[in-house]
T-cell receptor, first 112, second 117 residues
């Protein structure tokens, strides 16, 4: 199993550009999450999903959108990128019966 | 809302010695889970240890152990026989066990651990 994979690993965007961060898990987990980690801080929840077709906002959703059309994929969309979105983005997944969340390797995004 | 506080931004330990990282949390719930994650320079989040709040026994994983004080809402991590590979950011995290919760983690700001040879 590959676990949780994220692409790209690094990206530089200009202000106002858009992009999609990809996240895929092959563990058949129902729960998936997007977190952001700002410098010197812990991770904060952006959006989450409890299953295909079901998504909801987390603590810091502004400027982002998500979709969950399949169990495996949970892409995060940034529209009109702003410098405040410069961060490291982590995707994670969790099975219904598990306590542990499995994290992807992260995407470092810089908005200039 | 639940919060997690790590009051030590940085800690240092000599190789082979023991170090304790502090974590306190605030919650009105009685059933929850607590975690310690390690984040090395590679950025990968690695689960170190977890504790179920309903268990009185402190969790242990090899050189890592916790001191869970439920009444004091304290959850410290002890690393014994510290190794150079233990150098990393350590995050304390909380997760509700309430039925219907989304299962997300609430993180502290982290403690940067340095290990001196």
């Amino acid at each position: 199993n590959a676990g949780v994979t994220q692409t790209p690993k690094f990206r530089i965007l200009k202000i106002g550009q858009s992009m999609t961060l990809q996240c895929t898990q092959d563990m058949n987990h129902n729960y998936m999450y997007w977190y952001r980690q700002d410098p010197g801080m812990g991770l904060k929840l952006i959006y989450y999903s409890v299953g295909a077709g079901i998504t909801d906002k987390g603590e810091v959703p502004n400027g982002y959108n998500v979709s969950r059309s399949t169990t495996e994929d949970f892409p995060l969309r940034l529209e009109l990128a702003a410098p405040s979105q410069t961060s490291v983005y982590f995707c994670a997944s969790k099975g219904s019966s598990y306590n542990e969340q499995f994290f992807g390797p992260g995407t470092r995004l810089t908005v200039l | 809302a639940q919060t997690v506080t790590q009051s030590q931004p940085e800690m240092s330990v000599q190789e082979a010695e023991t170090v304790t990282l502090s974590c306190t949390y605030d919650t009105s719930e009685s059933d929850y889970y607590l975690f310690w994650y390690k984040q090395p320079p590679s950025r990968q989040m690695i689960l170190v240890i977890r504790q179920e709040a309903y268990k009185q026994q402190n969790a242990t994983e090899n050189r890592f152990s916790v001191n869970f004080q439920k009444a004091a809402k304290s959850f410290s991590l002890k690393i014994s026989d510290s190794q150079l590979g233990d150098a990393a950011m350590y995050f304390c995290a909380y997760r509700s066990a309430r039925g219907g919760s989304q299962g997300n983690l609430i993180f502290g700001k982290g403690t940067k651990l340095s290990v001196k040879p």
